[in-house]
């Protein structure tokens, strides 16, 4: 989970002012996401190229840079963080709006950077030589109960379980990570009595089909990009207009610690899963209290979830590696 906290003589909003005359191309920095080393790097490409750039020092500067930038009708937006960063990105251009007009480019610079690998880019330099191809796609976007995200929606975790995963789980793991932390950290892990709505499923070609799955669940995976690693199964083709929605019923604990476990349960064929490929769903507590669900990794607690795909919302600059439908014959491994 990506988090912009204050940092010590750096004032909020800072613009530079050196070579910062391209007002339609904007980088909104994260200087404390990741290993916290690539400030300096991130200012120097940028400056090459005459972007102006913004870094963030304070919970809610990423999306307040984001919707400043889509108001005044930037053309494209970088961010150069993790996926917590990049989610607050992409919320303030919806705030103001401007999905349709403005362009997101993503430098990865978080701990695991999933989102930025999905789109084929995976360090600094890649970054900014797939902005100067201008390589584009128009990907889908998902809302959970108004918010966006890019790659996937969590029910069943934990804040803490988040915040210990370390930089290393991340990288090999990707949001799979943050299911094997919660299920270390807890001595019992409370399953999900949910109620699961799922409309217009692809799997049997009917788009007017409304499903219901009840039951308690230890975990709701709902991916819209590729959500993690160590697995043949990548998940989530980022360009159907589709979620791709996996709900591992309750299952000893001891079933699913360890990565080895994890990675195999989300396998074709393995029990304990149930698996849909939907356009939008509901999630409904059924224990009258909120459940806990991590969007991208920043957290959301509600009784009711509802969850909408918007196919093709999203223009994002990739790199030459990018495929939308990583599971597809010549794809990129998760």
Not at 52 to 65: A, K, L, M, P, Y
Not at 117 to 136: C, K, M, P, Q
Not at 244 to 261: F, K, Q, Y
Not at 317 to 329: N, T
Request: aromatic share 4%.
């Amino acid at each position: 989970m990506e988090r912009d906290v204050d940092r010590v003589g750096q004032p909020s909003g800072d613009v530079e002012p050196e070579n910062g005359t391209d007002a339609d191309h904007v980088v909104i920095c994260n200087p404390v996401s990741g290993t916290e080393d690539h400030l300096e790097r991130v200012r120097t490409l940028a400056r090459e190229r005459g972007f102006s750039v913004r870094i963030t020092s304070s919970e809610g500067d990423g999306v307040r840079f984001a919707r400043e930038a889509g108001a005044n009708g930037v053309d494209l937006v970088v961010a150069s963080g993790g996926d917590g960063t990049i989610n607050k990105v992409v919320n303030g251009l919806a705030e103001a709006e401007a999905l349709e007009r403005t362009t997101l480019a993503v430098v990865p610079t978080g701990t695991g950077n999933n989102f930025a690998s999905n789109l084929g880019v995976d360090t600094i330099e890649e970054a900014f030589e797939a902005i100067d191809t201008g390589r584009r796609r128009r990907i889908d976007l998902g809302t959970a109960n108004g918010r966006a995200f890019v790659n996937s929606c969590v029910g069943g975790l934990t804040a803490e379980a988040s915040g210990a995963t370390t930089p290393d789980e991340k990288r090999r793991l990707g949001v799979l990570a943050y299911v094997s932390r919660a299920l270390e950290t807890v001595s019992s892990f409370d399953s999900l009595p949910i109620r699961a709505t799922l409309e217009g499923g692809a799997d049997d070609g009917d788009a007017s089909t409304r499903k219901t799955w009840t039951g308690e669940a230890m975990l709701v995976l709902v991916g819209n990009c590729r959500r993690f690693g160590g697995t043949r199964r990548a998940q989530a083709n980022v360009e159907d207009g589709l979620f791709e929605v996996t709900i591992v019923e309750d299952a000893p604990t001891a079933d699913l610690v360890g990565e080895a476990a994890l990675a195999g349960l989300f396998e074709r064929g393995e029990r304990h899963i149930v698996r849909h490929r939907v356009p939008s769903l509901a999630l409904e507590s059924l224990r009258s209290e909120p459940i806990e669900y991590s969007l991208d990794g920043e957290m959301l607690d509600t009784e009711t979830l509802e969850l909408e795909t918007a196919a093709n919302a999203l223009e994002v600059v990739v790199g030459d590696r990018y495929r939308p439908d990583p599971d597809a014959a010549g794809g990129r491994s998760g």
